[in-house]
């Protein structure tokens, strides 16, 4: 192998693991999902730093119904601000509209409903939306979603789906080895997996499924009425609900008997709002 090719394979494969999208100079703003309070509303544009110019983007493809998500939020955001309010709601053959894709670029803010997050991503993933997200979230916009539109920030997403069970459940009954379905996500955090609803619906199985299959992952879980505010390398819990977080100090060593996984000493932390820790 050349030289130059095995230092930049070397480069690559450190940023790939990184925690953040490096250089990213935005925010994220990612809600559990649930009724979003007046007072998370309000922090979630306050994060945006939104000045009177600036505009907002809402991108509803997660849902089947994407002009009531548009309008439940925006009836929401303008009690929280005067800002223009756009529903981007791409479709195939909509994708490639240069003057909605500027949109998103520009955009101080720029939220995601929820639904669901594999329709989201079949759409957008490598898109030229994909793209237009990532260079606003370089140039300081915040990226927020709620539920499926929490889901998608991660590189490794949980799309809901059991394998070893093809019937759909709001929490896994089995803690078994290949059971979590990923799919790739946006990718605005890379080494960080995110799940949603996450007390209120019981999915710690889910959540350790995802550490036993991402070792070296932090695992967030995000419940109901809750936000955590992504600022480079520092998470902030906002919100009324709880935020969980799973991790471990060392290697984790993860085995298998009979399709079961164990595993010792991982570490789980439950924050509340104005707790903060760090994803480095």
Same mark, same amino acid.
């Given at each position: 192998m050349r030289p130059l090719l095995f230092i930049y394979l070397l480069v690559f494969c450190f940023e790939s693991n990184s925690q953040i999208n490096a250089g990213a100079k935005g925010k994220l703003f990612i809600i559990g999902g649930g009724n979003l /309070?007046?007072?998370l509303i309000l922090k979630m544009t306050e994060t945006a730093n939104l000045n009177k110019k600036d505009h907002i983007v809402i991108l509803p493809?997660?849902? @089947? @119904?994407?002009? +009531?998500?548009? *309008? *439940?939020?925006?009836?929401?955001l303008e009690k929280a601000c005067s800002n223009t309010i756009a529903n981007l709601n791409f479709t195939a053959?909509?994708?490639?509209?240069?003057?909605? =894709?500027?949109?998103?670029?520009?955009a101080k803010l720029i939220f995601i409903p929820g639904g669901d997050q594999s329709r989201f991503m079949k759409l957008v993933l490598k898109s030229p939306v994909h793209n237009a997200i990532n260079v606003a979230y370089k140039n300081g916009s915040t990226i927020a979603g709620t539920s499926?539109?929490?889901? !998608?920030? +991660?590189?490794?997403?949980?799309?809901?789906?059991?394998? /070893?069970?093809?019937? *759909? #459940?709001?929490? %896994?009954?089995?803690l078994q080895d290949n059971n979590i379905e990923f799919s790739e996500g946006l990718g605005l955090l890379r080494s960080v997996i995110i799940d949603q609803h996450f007390i209120v619906r #019981?999915? *710690?199985?889910?959540? &350790? #499924?995802? &550490?036993?299959? %991402?070792?070296?992952y932090i695992? $967030?879980?995000?419940? @109901? /009425?809750?936000?955590?505010? $992504?600022?480079?390398?520092? !998470?902030? !819990?906002?919100? @009324?609900?709880? $935020? !969980?977080? =799973?991790?471990?100090?060392?290697r984790l060593s993860v085995k298998k008997s009979n399709s079961l996984i164990k595993f010792e000493d991982a570490l789980l932390s439950i924050y509340i709002s104005g707790d903060s820790f760090e994803i480095k």
């Open positions: /309070s007046p007072a493809m997660a849902t @089947e @119904e994407p002009d +009531s998500a548009y *309008y *439940y939020i925006k009836i929401q053959d909509k994708i490639n509209n240069k003057q909605w =894709l500027d949109s998103i670029k520009h499926a539109g929490a889901a !998608v920030m +991660s590189k490794q997403m949980i799309t809901g789906n059991q394998l /070893s069970d093809t019937s *759909y #459940s709001e929490t %896994f009954d089995k #019981s999915r *710690y199985n889910r959540l &350790l #499924s995802a &550490l036993a299959k %991402f070792p070296d695992c $967030v879980g995000i419940d @109901e /009425s809750a936000a955590i505010i $992504v600022d480079q390398n520092k !998470v902030t !819990v906002t919100g @009324e609900g709880q $935020v !969980v977080k =799973l991790c471990c100090a060392k």
